[in-house]
């Protein structure tokens, strides 16, 4: 990713979006900090 927290990543409850460049680590822990794992 990027080095700046919160950089090309935008979400809210029905969803989210996240730079090309965010990386599966990343996407993993943004999907449990904002709950949207079910």
Known sequence: GIP???TGLI???YGGVAG???TGPETFI???AL???R
């Open 20 to 22: 090309s460049m965010t």
């Open 30 to 32: 943004i999907e449990h």
């Open 11 to 13: 979400g809210n409850s």
């Open 4 to 6: 700046y927290v919160g």
């Open 35 to 37: 709950d949207v794992v």
